[in-house]
């Protein structure tokens, strides 16, 4: 009864309001459709458009995952 969210969006469409409005209608779904009992994200610590969206939408941070990506030769927390 839990799930992961995920966005990627063209920087072209950056700060235009599509990505909020697209996980407001995914929480909602996941939470009133589904009857999930948690939604959680994973975000790069330096993506501060990302952290704040999901700040906004309710999500609270709850940790540090230590090199828990891998992409273009390097971890990233």
Known sequence: RRAEIG?????DFWRKGYTSEAVKEVI???FEGLD???????????NQAS?????KMG???EGILRDYMYQYGKSFD
């Open 7 to 11: 966005y990627e969006i063209h920087p």
């Open 28 to 30: 909602s779904y996941g």
């Open 36 to 46: 999930l009992n948690r939604i959680g994200a994973v975000v790069f610590i330096e």
């Open 51 to 55: 952290n704040q969206l999901l700040s």
């Open 59 to 61: 999500f609270q941070r």
